[in-house]
């Protein structure tokens, strides 16, 4: 059931710790982020994390990176825990993991060309000759679909999608096995989202990559995700097939989240009952009691909120799926 | 539907920014009419204009860089582009209002919630100011938010997103407004409360029985709540019709690529999505004749001499193609 594991992470957490005042900083909560998320990820297969903003998908990507340093928990990438990888050890592994990030506007230097920006980890990692690195710069340009002849131009001469385009050729230029994805198309149009998806479909088929796939957008994450794992509040609430989280969901927040998109048909829509989940999503700095969701929950009983429900299975199949509720599959 | 009940009418509505590298078409020959009580769409992708249509029709285009340079926009039998000031401070925020995208920048974050919401109710209705505080308690309690007489003296920054955009909502409600523009209401927010907030929207429509424009990019959206919509690309419209033409028979090959485009949630893994090659123009150098032809698989000769007229292709389906006919009857092979 679990073989050809790529990256599993036990038990990741990630807290925050605020302080206020100026000279006499007093500790004044703890925003808890990432609490505690078991999940794991298959050599070639894409697993998607969705969840709302503050959910703390990002910084599960971040740290499993170490861009960010855990506060516990493990992240084993091919039988060794990155956490506890010395500074060189993580350099070099890092070469293997690398990550896109949202905003291709923010994520590319003004002043370097992408020529420079995709060839720095290159240079970083001190691979090659810088002949060789043109080369191969060029190279990279024409498999994510950009004009290698345009390697001296600056990132504002190109469009949302052209720039996303340069983010996964910097990832690609280690030729990393595992990629990272923070929302890489939710700034870009859906015409050109499109484009990019299916840019990223391509190149995991022709370089054997393994995705962690992180989205907002559902759809778009179960159109490209082979297992799905929803967080809310820094919990991971439900994991299961992509197209089980779809056909029956077992969580209530992962029933309200799917209810809550409109399904671009109008008939469809027309017909469709709607669950709108009221309230909004609480501070994690003081998360509720017991099941999180809880106070949103139109299915709470008192024991919601007085203990906290684990990641339980329940697929009788071969393929997993984890739901972390009293009443797994009731409906809401 | 007969032809009298148009509440509002936009007729060839031409709105650029003049730039130090160019004029940007940013709305190039806009013509649509809303009908009383119904909710029409706009939909494009970032740079279409559909913005810009919005805050033409409410004047609200930022000097001296923009312009109105043609058209009409024609509400209850005036112009609106012909208005002096003061009438159109009179009908803004009164008979139309509009509901902003991002509510965390649209509200003024040094006066409470109350002052903002009462300054249009003042303004418009003449109450003083106690009957003021009422009538805004009760668009709070109207927009869902409760404990209303607490939260008044509340500033933005103690309201969540969500929370925000109700109070917008309220603001926007606080006069009855004939027409309620809601350019992207949702787009800042999470998916379940962006459902809340459409939601709260729709049934104030059928309380109040005004209309709504809605302008989204998420073709969701739009299917869920337009009756009618109006598809934009670099500043024209491209297709017009009743919801269901425009997602079941799309005449026009941008509105066709927009449908193939999309990642439904409803549909098992496909295999490839199939996007519209390259990006949208720069509104500064539009391509000669049509503008879409670049992306388009169909073009012929004639896209590239001249624009193509909006044309009734059939009853209350316009299409801006040269091919569209052919399209309709099913002449040419669909590539997508």
Known sequence: MKDNILLEVKNLKKYFYLRSGFFFQRSSGIVKAVDGINFYIRKGETFGLVGESGCGKSTTARVILRLIAPTGGEAMYNNTDLFKLNRTQMFKTRREIQIIFQDPYASLSPRMTIGDIISEPLEIHKIDDKKRRIEKVKNLLEVVGLNPEHINRYPHEFSGGQRQRVGVARALALTPKLLLCDEPVSALDVSVQAQILNLLSGLQKEFNLTYLFIAHDLSVVKHVSDRVGVMYLGKLVEVAKSSDLYKKPLHPYTMGLLSAIPIPDPKLERKRKRIVLEGDVPSPIDPPSGCRFHPRCPNAKDICSNKEPELKNYSGDKDEHLAACFFAGKPI | ?336
């Not at chain 2, 407004?177 to 949702?186: G, K, N, R, S, Y």
């Open chain 2, 1 to 336: 539907m007969s032809t009298n009940n148009k509440l509002l009418e936009v007729k060839d509505l031409k709105t650029y920014f003049f730039t130090d590298y160019g004029t940007v078409k940013a709305v190039d020959g806009v013509s649509f009419s809303l009908k009383k009580g119904e909710t029409l769409g706009i939909v494009g992708e970032t740079g279409s204009g559909k913005s810009v249509t919005a805050l033409s029709i409410l004047r609200l285009i930022p000097k001296p860089s923009g312009k109105i340079v043609g058209g009409k926009i024609i509400f209850n039998g005036k112009n609106i582009l012909e208005m002096d000031l003061k009438s159109l401070q009179n009908f803004r925020g009164n008979r139309i209002s509009m509901i902003f995208q991002d509510p965390m920048t649209s509200l003024n974050p040094v006066f409470t919630i109350g002052n903002q919401i009462m300054e249009s109710v003042i303004l418009h209705q003449r109450l003083s100011k106690k009957s003021a505080k009422n009538e805004a308690m009760k668009l709070l309690e109207l927009v869902g938010i409760s404990e209303a007489r607490k939260r008044l003296s509340s500033y933005p920054h103690e309201f969540s997103g969500g929370m925000r955009q109700r109070v917008m909502i309220a603001m926007a409600i606080a006069n009855t407004p004939d027409i309620l523009i809601a350019d992207e209401p949702t787009t800042a927010l999470d998916v379940t409360i962006q459902a809340q907030i459409l939601e709260l929207i729709d049934e104030l429509k059928h309380k109040t029985n005004s209309s709504i424009i809605l302008i989204t990019h998420d073709l969701g959206v739009v299917a869920k709540y337009a009756r009618r919509v109006m598809v934009m690309y670099a500043g024209k419209p491209v297709e017009f019709s009743e919801v269901d033409n425009i997602y079941y028979k799309a005449l026009h090959p941008y509105t066709m690529g927009l449908m193939n485009s999309i990642t439904r949630l409803d549909e098992e893994r496909r295999g490839k999505l199939k996007p519209i090659k390259g990006s949208p123009p720069s509104l500064i150098d539009l391509p000669k004749g049509c503008i879409f032809r670049n992306r388009c698989n169909y073009s012929i000769d004639k896209c590239s001499k001249r624009y193509p007229p909006m044309v009734e292709i059939k009853k209350g389906h316009f299409v801006a193609c040269y091919r569209s006919e052919e399209m309709m009857e099913n002449k040419i092979v669909r590539k997508n």
